[in-house]
């Protein structure tokens, strides 16, 4: 595909050309009347013999002009032939300019101030179209007025008695004026030019980019609508296999369902990532800054993949500062969480993965560092690009390239300073530079590290409300055995009648947003609070976006929000967090 040139001057030379040929007709008629009116004055004052040389000499010219503007470039004048079209009408316009001061000089009859009259008349009604606002080409201007102009000047100069030769005078100040006035005119037709041309463009590139909108709005549509659909089942899969596990009796069993969880795991992180980027893409996602424990954060983040990093036997080495900072702790956990998850893939059996949190001046420095195969310097770049996956001997070739790009979009988002260090065959260490902020919101419990199953003692009540019947079962077997007491419904109306049917206060409602006939989670958690008198927490479950949560969610601090699919890690600790209960001391079987 060829790039579009850019718009010069050229371009506009070639519009000029295109203007000469437009008016070529209306020029040249114009031209004809002042010939005809001059033949007519100088036959019927005597001068037969003139006025006849007159029209035969003027009138080829007027032909050899329309010939050339109609028969030349029959198919328009372009970019590679508007040169030579342009020279030959100067050269034309040089001949036309002679051939009227010629015939002005030739008629000059020093007895005859009727003569001298028209000869100056007609120089000077020859070059005064060039001096008009829409005059298309100055420099065949120019050749007309040097060639008609100056001759008769110098000949009034010459040749002339005083006060006669004044004309001369008046003639060459006639002159200076046309080749200012004209440089005016040319300078306003280009002005004209490059403005339409500009508009056209603004036009075009207006009309690219609501094309461009239009696609970006169906795009993160289908990608809501794919997502919530494809969230439902995999959020459901989550908690099967969870249940599942309870029933297995033996190793070979409980290794066919690693192998299932970790394709799910596969499935639910690349959902996640087209989330992310759908958000990043549409500006919804905001930070939501408060204080921080970077430490606590960075040992909590390693904690969950110690078990991976135990699998290739790889080495971890930590070392962490004690340092403090304000920033979003969930967005700052997916950036560290999808640099060590790369570490780990592409760290071979046996490799160090290091990770480090140091105090430099205005920056907490945060350095996650593997032995992996490293990447070329002129391949650092385009890591961080959408759908990138690099070729690298012993890596397994999974997901399909978001990782980075989300990476470098979130550090852009939080202000964090993202840097790669890489060598070939050596390994690659990623380095964060967090800015170190005093200033911050109270900051919110802290979740602590990777919960073991444990049941409730407190027995907490759940109000679980979700239009799919395999997502209801699902995720009610796996709160009843984590102790809850679930009441279970698929429809508004079935949650307030069985709410209303039970003694007990319910600790949590866990609500999906959409729940069918137009039905809003929202809507119900504000009917489910109003029956029982209390502002119960809630968690609202989407396999939407963020951005189509109604506002109220955002400004509840009693309303959560989760993405399908919801681990069932992260929905065990919002529970804890939430409802306050304390873990049994018997653990689940896993």
């Known amino acids: ?69 109609t028969w030349v470039a029959p198919g328009g004048v372009t970019r590679a032939s508007v040169k030579a079209y342009l020279v030959g009408h ?29 000869a100056c008349i007609l120089v000077f009604s020859i070059t005064i179209g060039g001096m008009f606002p829409n005059s298309a080409y100055r420099p065949g201007y120019i050749g007309l007025a040097v060639f008609s102009l100056l001759p008769v000047a110098l000949y009034f100069l010459i040749y002339a008695e005083w006060p006669t030769r004044l004309l ?8 200076l004026f046309g080749m200012v006035t004209s440089a005016r005119a040319e300078l306003d037709m280009r002005e004209t030019i490059t403005a339409r041309n500009t508009q056209a463009l603004m036009e075009k590139v207006k009309a690219q980019n609501d094309v461009i909108r239009r696609v970006n709005e169906e795009r993160h549509r289908f990608l809501a609508a794919t997502s919530h659909d494809l969230s439902q089942p995999i959020h459901a899969q989550g908690y099967f296999i969870q249940a599942m596990r309870q029933q297995l009796t ?64 790889q080495v971890l080495h930590c070392s962490f500062e004690d340092v403090q900072t304000v920033t979003d702790p969930v967005l700052l956990n997916r950036t560290v969480r999808n640099l060590v998850s790369n570490a780990i893939k592409y760290t071979p059996m ?3 993965i290091s990770i480090s949190l140091t105090r430099e001046k205005e920056s907490a420095i945060v350095t996650i560092g593997d032995t992996g195969p490293g990447i070329p310097l002129e391949d650092q770049e385009r890591i961080f690009e959408e759908y990138v996956q690099l070729e690298t001997e012993g890596s397994s070739r999974t997901g399909v390239g978001l990782g980075l790009s989300i990476v470098k979009r979130l550090c852009d988002l939080l ?62 077997n796996l709160l009843t055995d984590w102790g809850c007491q679930v009441i279970c419904a698929s429809t508004p ?71 399908k699919p919801v681990e069932p890690s992260l929905l065990y600790k919002t529970i804890e967090r939430v409802v306050g209960g304390t873990p049994s001391e018997t653990p689940q079987t896993n």
Request: hydrophobic share 45%; aromatic share 8%; with cysteine.
């Open 1 to 69: 595909m060829l790039k579009e040139h850019t718009y010069d001057l050229i371009d506009i030379r070639v519009e000029q050309a295109t203007l000469l040929r437009q008016r070529v007709v209306t020029s040249c008629l114009f031209v004809l009347v002042i010939i005809a009116t001059y033949s007519f004055i100088l036959y019927f004052t005597g001068y037969t013999t003139q006025a006849l040389l007159w029209l035969v000499a003027s009138g080829s010219m007027v032909g050899v002009v329309y010939l050339y503007g």
């Open 493 to 563: 109306g079935g949650a307030v009648d069985l709410l209303a049917a039970t003694p007990q206060m319910p600790d949590l409602l866990l609500i999906d947003k959409m729940l069918g006939s137009g039905n809003s989670g929202i809507d119900l958690i504000a009917r489910l609070r109003e029956e029982v008198n209390e502002d119960t927490p809630a968690v609202l479950m989407s396999g939407g976006f963020i951005s189509e949560i109604d506002q109220r969610t955002m400004t509840d601090e009693k309303i959560l929000f989760l993405a």
């Open 350 to 352: 046996h490799g160090t």
């Open 90 to 118: 100067i050269v034309i316009c040089c001949v036309t300019g002679l051939v009227w001061s010629s015939f002005a000089i030739y008629l000059i009859d020093w007895s005859s101030y009727l003569t001298i009259f028209v």
């Open 250 to 313: 033996n190793k070979t069993q409980h290794d066919l369902l690693d192998k299932i969880e970790l394709t799910w795991e596969r499935q639910s992180q690349f959902l996640r990532s087209l989330m992310d980027m759908n958000q990043l893409d549409s500006g919804s996602m905001t930070p939501n800054p408060a204080r921080v424990d970077l430490k606590g954060e960075l040992q909590t983040t390693v904690t969950e993949f110690v078990d991976q990093m135990a699998e290739k036997e």
């Open 415 to 476: 202000d964090i300073t993202l840097n790669v260090e890489s060598t070939p065959g050596e390994g690659t260490t990623f380095t964060l530079a967090i800015p170190l902020i005093d200033t911050a919101p109270k900051a919110k419990p802290k979740v602590g590290s990777l919960p073991q199953f444990r049941r409730f003692k407190t027995a907490p009540v759940v109000v679980l409300v979700d239009d799919e019947e395999v997502i209801r079962e699902g995720m009610s």
């Open 168 to 175: 001369g005078f008046a003639t060459l100040v006639y002159f």
